[in-house]
């Protein structure tokens, strides 16, 4: 059975992510080798050896933006980060183990999530 575990932000937390982003950027650590772009309304991507996963909503249209992802492989537990602030606003995960396999999503009301592609690192992905 997978097990997702979600992360929201409003702006107070996103300040919060934003700054511990930046540490992490300022750290010399940072990457952002996987980096997804969904409908033009959300950016994913993860930074750090520490395992931060983000998305930003990219578009004023009153939708949610998240990224699904993963840790550890093959360890098969899934993970979501949201941002709920609108356009702008970015959601920051807690720092954890490597980011396996990512994907960047739409929430739209009433109608199927718009999702890209899985981005899988070194595995086949499933």
């Known amino acids: 059975m997978t097990i997702t575990r979600r992360w929201a932000a409003r702006s107070a937390l996103t300040v919060a992510g934003a700054a511990l982003a930046l540490g992490v950027v300022a750290g010399g650590s940072a990457f952002a080798d996987m980096d997804l772009y969904k409908s033009g309304s959300v950016h994913s991507w993860r930074t750090g050896s520490g395992g931060v ?3 930003q909503d990219t578009a004023s249209d009153g939708n949610d933006a998240y990224a699904n992802f993963n840790r550890n492989y093959p360890n098969k537990s899934g ?3 949201r941002t709920i ?3 702008g ?3 920051y ?4 183990g ?3 396999d990512m994907q960047a999503c739409v929430g739209i009301d009433n ?3 718009d999702c890209s ?3 899988t690192d070194n595995h086949a992905h499933g």
Request: hydrophobic letters at 40%.
């Open 53 to 55: 996963a983000a998305a």
């Open 79 to 81: 993970y979501e980060v």
């Open 85 to 87: 602030s609108g356009n």
């Open 89 to 91: 606003s970015t959601a």
């Open 93 to 96: 995960s807690p720092s954890g």
């Open 98 to 100: 490597r980011i396996w």
């Open 111 to 113: 109608w199927p999530d």
């Open 117 to 119: 592609d899985w981005w």
